[in-house]
């Protein structure tokens, strides 16, 4: 850990030195031991806050889009779901390739950050949830790289958790939802930190074309949830970030995986943020697709 | 709910038909004298796939019982391509509608073109019965915002 913290040092002193960079975009310490939390670096002489360790758990890659009508040149460190995170938003046509400089940092998992809130001090904090089922710890498309690969610990998808809940009967299904979105206090921080969702006007910032509400109850919320999700259907990359930052703990991952199995059986096994050009699976189709409406 | 309130009920359903196909489907049923049930509201849209899953959200959560989507057969599209595009969309929020815990009897997408009069008929009619037997909606509503309940139970 803190070979690649010295290293994350030395480039980043490096770039803003040389002039090459203009930010660059890391994590430091925050108050508590469970939070790292994104830093912005534009001197040289800053650059020791850069740390790295077990809870550099936050997406950098979605800062990225402020930095879009500047003249800056922005360095960012990125673990592997960054990197796919960078992808998509290249994607999308939201940020440009040659502002940035994507230094890939290749991470053996993050822990969660708020089970370790509630843990005593010295024990054992598992991993954070998308971590658990990670499948691209090492960064998929970077300028430069510090340290060395790790071996993926997952290699299929795993849909046991939608699985579970697809077995439910429709009124236990009904039940759930309800009460997971319930909870819902419609922040947006799910919304705010996906890099699938990257709009410059949300539609949920438009309560005004009669079709989308901010009322905060069951129905509105799950009304919410589903449509963020299908939003992000074949595009999120499964970082997790959105269920990571839920106050409320709501199990939004759910939701954005069951897209992702329904596009894996349906139109073929799909990975979102391994490319930067050609379609995704909702902007295109088959002729031979499934038909099951005759 | 009472038995009574469930045998007197008549559920709201509603339709987004395709201007193309299913829209002149509808009115050949209608210029054909063919007789369906009268809880259908069809709303005419440009294309299938102008028909966003939101829209059918929207229509569950205020009230409505059943909904049916229906546009031109894949390859018969005005626009060349709009329903196939549907098609994916469809699939997808259909299962997750089921995953929601909506009835998938509830919501169906169907293929009904400008020659098909007794196809609407028959896809209405069945819709109909079916959501009749499975009773009110009470899935994903927003009861606050809808200001006269389908049914009275307490009676």
């Not at chain 2, 028909?51 to 005005?78: E, K, M, S, T, W």
């Amino acid at each position: 850990m803190s070979n690649i913290q010295n290293e994350m040092r030395a480039v980043a002193k490096e770039l803003l030195e040389s002039g090459k960079a203009t930010v660059v975009l890391g994590w430091e310490k925050g108050t508590m031991p469970y939070d790292s939390t994104p830093v912005m670096i534009r001197s040289a002489a800053d650059v020791d806050k850069l740390i790295w360790d077990e809870y550099c758990l936050q997406n950098l890659s979605t800062y990225l889009i402020d930095f879009i009508n500047t003249e800056d040149k922005v360095a960012i460190f990125a673990k592997g779901c960054d990197t796919r995170a960078y992808n998509r938003l290249v994607h999308d046509r939201r940020i440009n390739p040659k502002n940035s400089i994507v230094i890939g940092v290749p991470c053996s998992g993050m822990k969660n950050p708020k089970v370790a809130a509630k843990t005593p001090e010295g024990a054992e904090v598992p991993m954070a949830n998308a971590c658990k089922e990670c499948r691209y710890p090492n960064p998929v498309a970077c300028d430069q790289k510090i340290g060395s690969d790790v071996t993926p610990w997952c290699t299929a998808k795993d849909f046991s958790d939608v699985e579970a809940i697809e077995a439910m009967d429709a009124d236990a299904k009904a039940a759930f939802w309800k009460e997971q979105y319930s909870k819902c206090i419609r922040c947006y921080a799910c919304r705010n930190i996906c890099p699938a969702c990257n709009c410059t006007n949300c539609i949920f910032d438009q309560s005004a074309s009669g079709w989308c509400s901010k009322d905060v109850n069951a129905s509105e919320n799950q009304f919410y949830g589903v449509t963020r999700a299908f939003h992000v259907a074949g595009r999120c990359i499964e970082c997790g970030q959105c269920e990571a930052v839920c106050p409320s703990d709501i199990p939004i991952m759910l939701m954005n995986k069951k897209f992702i199995k329904d596009i894996d059986t349906l139109f073929g096994n799909y990975e979102a943020g391994l490319v930067t050009e050609g379609t995704t699976p909702l902007n295109s189709y088959q002729v031979a697709d499934p038909e099951e409406f005759m | 709910m009472s038995n009574n309130a469930v045998e007197n009920f008549e559920p709201k359903i509603l339709v987004f038909a395709c201007n193309w196909c299913t829209y002149a489907g509808a009115d050949l049923a209608g210029t054909s004298r063919l007789q369906y049930p009268p809880n259908v509201r069809v709303l005419r849209v440009p294309c299938s796939c102008r028909v966003n899953p939101q829209f059918v959200l929207r229509a569950f959560q205020r009230g409505i019982d059943g909904v049916l989507v229906a546009g031109c057969h894949p390859g018969d599209c005005h626009y060349t391509t709009g329903n196939y595009y549907t098609r994916r969309r469809f699939l997808l929020i259909t299962r997750m509608m089921d995953y929601m815990g909506i009835d998938s009897r509830r919501f169906h997408t169907r293929w009904i073109s400008g020659a098909e009069g007794p196809k609407f008929q028959q896809v209405v009619t069945e819709m109909i019965n079916e959501v009749k037997a499975i009773g009110p909606n009470d899935k994903f509503r927003d009861d606050a915002k809808i200001e006269v309940k389908a049914v009275e139970t307490n009676e």
